[in-house]
């Protein structure tokens, strides 16, 4: 009995030069783009199969955002879950990781907001700045999953984990936070 896909639109969001063109075309081409051009907005598509089930992934990689970002409306419509990116080598980005995620749950309200926060390029280790713990405990205080990644360094299984997560994320939240045992990701 084959089960249909199902659809699920994703937004990655976070400060300019974190990675997350990079982690986006990794996972749909599996290629790493180590040359840096400013998105303004793209949308990747991306059949995917995660505990099971086939899902059509439209992953919307979005224009860096600062912390006097004005977000636009499309960001909060029809958008199934997101992906806040800041670079383990960027203080600023960190600090903007958190400022995406207060203006998301100021328009999206405490509930319905299906997120995970990634540190990229974690293959940075002489450069980086903010540690594991603190990224860990930022998304603990969002009470959100956290990993680290590198679209650069072992991509398959660290860009795979980041979609892994946040579509966990958003298959217990419509299943009114219940986790399915089967689609458990473990980190």
């Given at each position: 009995m084959a089960t249909h896909a199902k659809e699920r639109k994703i937004l990655f969001m976070g400060?300019?030069?974190?990675?997350?063109?990079?982690?986006?075309?990794?996972?749909?081409?599996?290629?790493?783009?180590?040359?840096?051009?400013?998105?303004?907005?793209?949308?990747?598509q991306k059949t995917f199969k995660s505990g099971g089930q086939d899902f059509n992934l439209q992953v919307v990689d979005t224009a860096g955002q600062d912390e006097y970002s004005i977000m636009p409306q499309s960001y909060f419509m029809n958008i199934n879950g997101y992906v806040i990116v800041y670079s383990v080598n960027s203080e600023k980005s960190f600090k903007v990781a958190q400022n995406v995620y207060d203006k998301l749950r100021d328009m999206k309200g405490e509930l319905g907001v299906p997120v995970i926060l990634v540190g990229n390029k974690k293959d940075l280790r002489m450069e980086r700045v903010i540690s594991f713990e603190e990224g860990k405990k930022m998304a603990d205080s969002w009470k959100a999953p956290f990993l680290e990644a590198s679209a650069k360094e072992n991509p398959v299984h660290s860009?795979?984990?980041?979609?892994?997560?946040?579509?966990h994320v958003i298959t217990t939240q419509e299943n009114g936070g219940v986790q399915n045992k089967s689609s458990c990701v473990l980190s």
């Open positions: 400060f300019r030069s974190v990675g997350k063109s990079s982690l986006i075309i990794q996972f749909v081409e599996n290629q790493f783009v180590d040359n840096y051009e400013p998105t303004i907005e793209n949308t990747f860009v795979r984990e980041v979609f892994e997560k946040i579509i």
